[in-house]
Nanobody, 125 residues
């Protein structure tokens, strides 16, 4: 069983930066594929970014490419999402997800076994 604990969400102004973190209990970040999804009010949950187990291959949604960076710190057993140049449309609940089913990041929610409770990011203009 893996429990995911997210942190870092808060209210920020457009153009600001924010870093979200996710720590898995029961597994090391290097042994699982991890990802971020987000859900804006009244909308479906969408893929944001993912990082693979080995080699650290990353994948991003087009809407965040060049602004967001997903990474992991094996020593701290933490996965992070660095978000720069935030826009009001980035406002959402951000969910950390982990998969023991796949080796590389996936955009599909069904590939992920475990989910965090979510952390709110609100960007005002």
């Amino acid at each position: 069983q893996v429990q995911l604990v997210e942190s870092g969400g808060r209210l920020v102004q457009a153009g600001d930066s924010l870093r979200l973190s996710c720590t898995p209990s029961g597994r090391t970040v290097s042994s699982i594929v991890m990802a971020w999804f987000r859900q804006a009010p009244g909308k479906e949950r969408n893929f944001v970014a993912a990082i693979s187990r080995a080699g650290g291959m990353t994948d991003y949604a087009d809407s965040v490419k060049g602004r967001f960076t997903i990474s992991r710190d094996n020593a701290k057993n933490t996965m992070s999402l660095q978000m720069n140049s935030l826009k009001p449309e980035d406002t959402a609940v951000y969910y950390c997800a982990a998969s023991t089913k796949v080796l590389v990041g996936s955009k599909w929610e069904t590939e992920y076994d475990y989910w965090g409770q979510g952390t709110q990011v609100t960007v005002f203009s």
